[in-house]
T-cell receptor, first 111, second 119 residues
Framework: GEDVEQSLFLSVREGDSSVINCTYTDSSSTYLYWYKQEPGAGLQLLTYIFSNMDMKQDQRLTVLLNKKDKHLSLRIADTQTGDSAIYFCAESRGGYNKLIFGAGTRLAVHP | GAVVSQHPSRVICKSGTSVKIECRSLDFQATTMFWYRQFPKQSLMLMATSNEGSKATYEQGVEKDKFLINHASLTLSTLTVTSAHPEDSSFYIC???????????????FGPGTRLTVL
């Protein structure tokens, strides 16, 4: 997963927006994904973006994609304590669309 | 919709024994499933790609004789850790690919994971 890079930690105040950044390497990736993992659990698909899109919004989540810079971001509006988790970005590769994950960003939300 | 289950959720075994982990897609058919391994506070490492009716494709460095994968149906893939040793202790997570071949949708849904501890 070292080809996909993320900052490891982000701390925000409840009610503020969170922005988690990710850089990837494979310019031919068709899809890019954001997953959420809570302690001891599997991964929950949050959202994904097709490579020919620049932005995708889904309720409190906004994904921005800059293909030129291979940069992906996830913005969480009105961050809540329940958003505290590890967030993984992933790029797809190959015919079976296997996923290559970043190291994950631990989001801590404090009052 | 798009629920993936894993069984067991947690297993403790003695060194030298084999352990089988099941991954099921409950409400969709998955031609392709994936097996990952996750060490504490680390990312997911793809171990292998499992395709229904054919041999699994293993990532570089993953021993195919050690980690046996069988994908006998469109809703079930199994991972067997053979002759387990303490260094095999990890969190194993499977995913199932949901892809209709149409539109802009190709996603993986993950199981809840299996914690394997080898004594």
């Amino acid at each position: 997963g070292e080809d996909v890079e993320q900052s490891l930690f982000l701390s925000v105040r409840e009610g503020d927006s969170s922005v988690i950044n990710c850089t990837y390497t494979d310019s031919s990736s068709t899809y890019l994904y954001w997953y959420k993992q809570e302690p001891g659990a599997g991964l929950q698909l949050l959202t994904y973006i097709f490579s020919n899109m620049d932005m995708k919004q889904d309720q409190r989540l906004t994904v921005l994609l800059n293909k030129k810079d291979k940069h992906l971001s996830l913005r969480i509006a009105d961050t809540q304590t329940g958003d505290s988790a590890i967030y993984f970005c992933a790029e797809s590769r190959g015919g079976y669309n296997k996923l290559i994950f970043g190291a994950g960003t631990r989001l801590a939300v404090h009052p | 919709g798009a629920v993936v289950s894993q069984h067991p959720s947690r297993v403790i075994c003695k060194s030298g024994t084999s352990v089988k982990i099941e991954c099921r897609s409950l409400d969709f058919q998955a031609t392709t499933m994936f097996w990952y391994r996750q060490f504490p506070k680390q990312s997911l490492m793809l171990m292998a790609t499992s395709n229904e009716g054919s041999k699994a494709t293993y990532e570089q460095g993953v021993e195919k004789d050690k980690f046996l994968i069988n994908h006998a149906s469109l809703t079930l893939s199994t991972l067997t850790v053979t002759s387990a040793h303490p260094e095999d202790s990890s969190f194993y997570i499977c995913s199932a690919r949901l892809w209709t071949g149409q539109g802009f949708s190709d996603t993986q849904y993950f199981g809840p994971g299996t914690r394997l501890t080898v004594l």
